[in-house]
């Protein structure tokens, strides 16, 4: 009987008897400004709505940087101080959570490739899950190594697309059977029409393009910059809006080159009362309001290996038309008619693409349907149950590699001698009920 067999022999249930286990969460969190942040947020929040029971924090810092935590932020790595991962990973195994769940970027964890996390790992005596929020393909050398060691030492590993999973499998070796798709949370709202929310804007009877997210320039803003032209030429009531900061370590070395080169290509298009330039970090009610308020959303991402969106996903889960470059995330989230990929740099395809939904009224209604039906599946509650069951199987995992072989091999031989008996039981009667028949 293989080992999988066993595990689900044994352990039904968790061997606690929860059915909800308590976490430590771990990653970047508000009020610090980052993608990861905002989900480390949304995922403790819908888990412990589950049961109502308050799960605590520990926060990955930057370096130099200080932030006003809430209180269940209990403990912080500094990103850049080795000796803190240590600190930190003592603090995990004496807190009582029972399962550590780690939000992971590369870019999140000090040294090459955010190799310090490793440390920590090394330390930890608990269950813990990772989450990829990025897996590249092609890695080189020490990406490969880093990525490996992660899974290697996690019980189990969460990727945020199906595409994610076949890239830890093809390019790094991991076994997919240690990979749970799970995708990227989105607040549960009604479909409503676009119309009802302009106002709060200043933009009713005006047809709404948006962008939204932390400014930089792998965004790709300039090239739907450029094809507004062509889009308003034919659409004199649309509106543009691109809503967002510029990120936190963009401004550190650039300062705000990159919007300003925008607003300047704007005003050279003679394009200013037509675009809506909002310079503010976007809070998820914030997205959602400004979503319900959009008509098309567009996603001009430089990045084919992009492997995840959050805007992109709160903007399907709204029922809007999605017109997004055709990254790794883009295809996958977009099939089946839920949105419009075009090639990357193509300010053409980009125009062409926007006329064709707002030409044709049945097409944008096909999209907005297929889209906010497929948002459903990723709503926050669901999310955080898939979450749910992978902390779980984290447990049983861990609590098969912590029985002794002997244990093992003892378990096996009582639950293969009983299938044998039965086996010879049930051969026994049907030879005897044979004769019988015979005679």
Known sequence: MSAAALSTLLFRTPLNGKQKPRVLFIGSYPPRECGIATFTEDIRSAYDSLSDEASDVLAITDTGKTYDYPAYVGAQIIRDDRQSYLKAAWFANDHDAEVISI????????????????????????????????????????????????????DGIIVLAYAGRRILEE????????????????????????????????????????????LSRGKGIEYVIEALPA??????????????????????????????SLQQRVAELGLADRVTFKNHYMQDDEVVASLEATDIYVSP?????QIVSGTLSYAVACGRVVVATESTYA??????????TVPFRDSQSVSAAVNAVLDDAHLR???????????????????????????????????????????????????????????????????????????
């Open 103 to 154: 939000q992971h970027e590369y870019g999140l964890f000090g040294g090459e490739r955010g190799a310090y996390v490793l440390d920590f790992l090394g330390e930890l005596r608990k269950p813990v899950i990772i989450t990829l929020h990025t897996t590249l393909p092609d890695p080189d050398q020490q990406l490969r190594f880093v990525t490996r060691e992660l899974c290697n030492r996690s």
């Open 171 to 214: 390019h790094y070796g991991i076994d997919a059977r240690k990979v749970h798709v799970v995708l990227h949370g989105v607040p549960d709202v009604p479909l409503r029409r676009s119309q009802h929310f302009k106002r709060s804007l200043g933009l009713e009877n005006k047809t709404v393009l948006a962008t939204f997210g932390l």
């Open 231 to 260: 889009i308003f030429e034919r659409h004199p009531d649309a509106h543009y809006l691109l809503l967002g900061e510029t990120h936190p370590e963009v401004k550190n070395y650039e300062g705000e080159a990159y919007r300003e």
């Open 301 to 305: 991402s430089l990045d084919p290996n």
């Open 331 to 340: 295809k996958e989230l977009l099939a089946d008619g839920r949105g419009i």
């Open 365 to 439: 209604s096909s999209i907005e349907t297929a889209a906010y039906r497929f948002g459903r599946s990723m709503t926050w509650p669901k999310v955080a149950r898939a979450y749910q069951n992978t902390f779980c199987a984290a447990m049983e995992h861990r609590a098969m590699r912590s029985v002794p072989a002997a244990a093992l091999d003892s378990s096996t031989s009582q639950l293969w001698n009983g299938a044998l008996q039965r086996h010879a039981s049930t051969l026994t009667t049907s030879l005897s009920e044979s004769g019988s028949r015979g005679k």
